[in-house]
């Protein structure tokens, strides 16, 4: 890092950079959260299925984030592991009005934790317990009741209940994430 | 709730190493069924396979269409009648590619579109038989009595080759007091017989698409298969079987060609083919069939002896595989992803069996028996079993993505390597007459045998015996001095070095007193020492004793030299051994 970027660093002119991961079942909400925390001129209107991966970018007020937005469908999630090694932060949505599913995303998780690349570093996780606004949904309690987060002891971990077609509860997950992201770098 | 009872259920300690998730069981669904009134499909188009079943409910009332969607019921809508099956097909190629729902019940197809119904479809009346129209019509003008009429009726049953209607029959069920009363209420109508639907599955039209537009088959009681228009519900095509259809399979496409697998009550399997009236090929079981599946190109059929057999498309039989119970039903497990097909067997000993080919790969552990099994696309999870329960209950558990089916079997059994083909070469023209001759003279040849046998015992046993009586053997028969000896020639000739290895081999008693002695032909030998007094052998030492052996002829004959361990005083020896002498080769090269 040159003295120039430095400066501007200090200056609150160029934001540090954060890759994240966006991990998550099919049809749970991935694209539909990143494309609602991207600034709005830039968000898109119509969600399609995400095929293999995509980059999207966003910045807070004092993170600039570089989000791999995984597709979730079940012949794409070999790929997520790919990825772990460069993922600083990891973002889990979780369909909460899909019970039935409950189970294969605590086995995708559980997998995911137990990855060497994963397994014994101190990234954050922010997991969104996405679709409340369904009335079948439960709440992100019991989300994380059936995911057993409490059994994820050498982690920081935050849950959050979110509705990604309005975008409620999302800038709290973030805020969080950026608070973490900042006391590890410190 | 569901979610949660399964989590804590009692198959925790294997879960580990499962093959499967739980994701639901609800012992309370009050779901009553089989393999062939259950189906999923995507019912609304919008990617969310849902769960049709044909509830047979309790004690032949409250049957009722459910529709499961995720963990919790959809919608219910009553049914008339038991259902015989249910299937979901599409019907046309409008948008959005809805599949309708056809439900077997009785003579009837009741199709539903969204749920609702749309169609009811109703097989064909067959020809009555023209001695009970006659009889029914002498009863209409009151030409004879109900209990006349029950007498030629039964007379018409037992004897003729159309059966009765079902209005005969009900009629000889009626006590004798209700027959008046039923004989009036009915004869105004004319004699219809109707057959009734015992088996439903979908054959593609044109196309082999997933979503391409399918026509129904059905079998039915009178012992035919149908193949229907999917639009018209007219019938296409029409073939006749020699038994009633139980399970029927399918494939191919109407229009270019198709085959239908129809297991029947007579406990064999036809195969039909396009075009072809009356089965092309039949297979004939070891016992009832339970359950009928197709993987890839072969059948596999399940039977009443416990017993799963599998057959290519023309009916060779390829194996057998003995189950550890009755068999309750079978189901199909279609990996598409994967390109991997098993059979699905639901035991009666609560756990239900996978199979690939004739290995069982996979075991899952029920807490009822199950009754029906159905695998596919469920909610948004593409590898979905969804099971019933005898009880009522409904599990269903999505397949991991990591699981990996190993082919090896991993039921214990004769090994591998026995069932590999061994190259067994072609049979000579001399190889059969020996069998042949074998075959004829056996008695004979045992005889000659057995005799030859018993000669060369005998011999044995008297050359044995005169062995321990001269002590002709190397080694002594004596417990008491048990001395073992071997002796080396070495040389050319004429000289020869004659060394004898004498070894006590007791315990811890040295012997002593023991005289070692030669006999030979002395016109041949010379010996400078032919008779001399062995040193104390101590146990277990090899005592080396060397003597010089001059060969006198020179016509290059030998002989052989016997040698003794004597006992002082006694004429008997311990033990001898005979030496051949090579033939003396330095005098002639002298």
Not at chain 1, 4 to 23: I, M, P, R, T
Not at chain 2, 68 to 82: C, F, I, V
Not at chain 2, 500 to 528: E, W
Request: aromatic share 8%.
């Amino acid at each position: 890092m040159g003295l120039f970027d430095k400066l501007a660093g200090w200056l609150g002119l160029k934001k540090k950079e954060v890759h994240v991961l966006c991990l998550g079942l099919d049809n749970s909400g991935k694209t539909t959260i990143i494309n609602k925390l991207k600034p709005s001129n830039a968000q898109t209107q119509d969600i399609v299925p995400t095929i293999g991966f995509s980059i999207e970018k966003f910045k807070t007020s004092s993170l600039s984030f570089t989000v791999f937005d995984m597709s979730g469908q079940g012949r794409y999630r070999n790929l997520w592991e790919h990825y772990y090694k460069e993922g600083q932060a990891i973002i889990f949505v979780i369909d909460s009005s899909d019970k039935l599913r409950m189970v294969v995303a605590k086995e995708e998780l559980d997998t995911l934790l137990t990855h060497p690349d994963i397994k014994h570093r101190r990234i954050p996780i922010l997991f969104f317990a996405n679709k409340m606004d369904l009335r079948d949904a439960v709440s992100s309690v019991k989300v994380s009741q059936l995911l057993s987060l409490e059994n994820i002891k050498d982690k920081p971990w935050h849950i959050c209940a979110s509705d990604a077609l309005k975008g409620e509860g999302l800038q709290e997950g973030v805020d969080w994430l950026q608070d973490q992201i900042q006391a590890m770098k410190t | 709730m569901a979610a949660t009872s399964s989590s804590s259920s009692s198959s925790e300690s294997n879960e580990a190493n499962s093959k499967w998730l739980d994701a639901h069981y609800d012992p309370m669904a009050n779901l009553y069924t089989f393999s062939s009134c259950i189906a999923l499909a995507d019912l609304h188009g919008d990617g969310e396979y849902k769960l049709v079943v044909g509830d047979l409910g309790m004690a032949g009332h409250t049957m009722r269409l459910k529709v499961y969607r995720g963990t919790g019921l959809a919608s219910e809508s009553t049914l008339l009648d038991l259902p015989a099956a249910v299937t979901t097909f599409l019907m046309d190629q409008n948008e959005p590619r809805t599949p309708a729902v056809a439900v077997a019940s009785g003579p009837f197809i009741y199709v539903y579109k969204n749920l609702r119904p749309y169609f009811k479809f109703t097989l064909p009346p067959l020809d009555a038989n023209p001695l009970e129209q006659d009889v029914w019509e002498q009863a209409k003008e009151d030409m004879i009595d109900p209990l006349t009429l029950k007498e030629m009726l039964e007379g018409i049953r037992d004897k003729a080759e159309i059966p009765l209607s079902v209005r005969s029959l009900r009629f000889l069920a009626q006590d004798v007091p209700e027959m008046e009363n039923f004989v009036n209420l009915h004869k105004g109508q004319p004699i219809k017989r109707q057959t009734v639907i015992t088996c439903m599955s979908t054959l593609k039209k044109n196309m082999a698409d997933e979503d391409a537009v399918s026509c129904l088959v059905i079998g039915t009681e009178s012992a035919d298969v149908l193949i229907l228009d999917p639009e018209a519900f007219t019938i296409l095509a029409k073939m006749t079987l020699p038994s009633v259809p139980a399970f029927l399979d399918v494939m191919g496409q109407f229009d270019v060609e198709y085959r239908v697998t129809v297991a029947c009550r007579d406990g064999s399997i036809y195969i039909l083919r396009r075009e072809s009236k009356r089965p092309k090929y039949c297979i004939e079981l070891s016992a009832q069939p339970m359950g009928l599946v197709r993987v890839h190109k072969n059948i596999v059929a399940g039977c009443s002896d416990e017993t799963l057999q599998g057959y290519t498309q023309k009916g060779k039989k390829l194996w057998t595989v003995y189950l550890p119970a009755p068999l309750m039903t079978m189901s199909l497990l279609d990996h598409k992803s994967r390109g991997f097909q098993a059979v699905m067997v639901g035991l009666a000993n609560q756990e239900v069996h996978m199979y690939l080919d004739k290995n069982l790969v996979d075991v899952i552990r029920t807490q009822d028996v199950v009754t029906s099994i159905c695998f596919g696309r469920y909610g948004r999870e593409d590898n979905t079993l969804i099971m019933t329960s005898k009880g009522g209950g409904l599990i269903i558990k999505i397949l991991k993505r990591t699981a990996v089916f190993e082919e090896k079997d991993m039921s214990l059994g004769p090994p591998v390597a026995q069932s590999i083909r061994l190259s067994v070469p072609k049979k000579t023209r001399l190889y059969v007459d020996q069998t042949l001759r074998e075959r004829e003279n056996a008695v004979a040849m045992h005889h000659v045998f057995q005799m030859d046998l018993y000669r060369l015992r005998l011999m044995a046993a008297r050359a044995y015996v005169k062995a321990l009586e001269s002590s002709l053997a190397p080694i002594t028969s004596t417990l008491q001095e048990p001395i073992k000896m071997n002796a080396v020639v070495q040389g050319i000739g004429p000289t020869f070095k004659l060394t004898l290895h004498i070894q006590n081999t007791s315990a811890g008693r040295p012997s002593i007193n023991l005289l070692v002695s030669f006999l030979y032909d002395q016109s041949l030998y010379a010996m400078k020492r032919a008779f001399f007094k062995a040193p104390m052998l101590v146990p277990g030492l090899n005592y080396p004793i060397e003597t010089f052996v001059e060969c006198l002829s020179d016509k290059g004959i030998s002989d052989v030299i016997k040698v003794f361990v004597l006992r002082e005083g006694q004429s008997m020896p311990l033990l001898t051994a005979h030496i051949n002498m090579p033939v003396s080769e330095g005098l002639a090269a002298a």
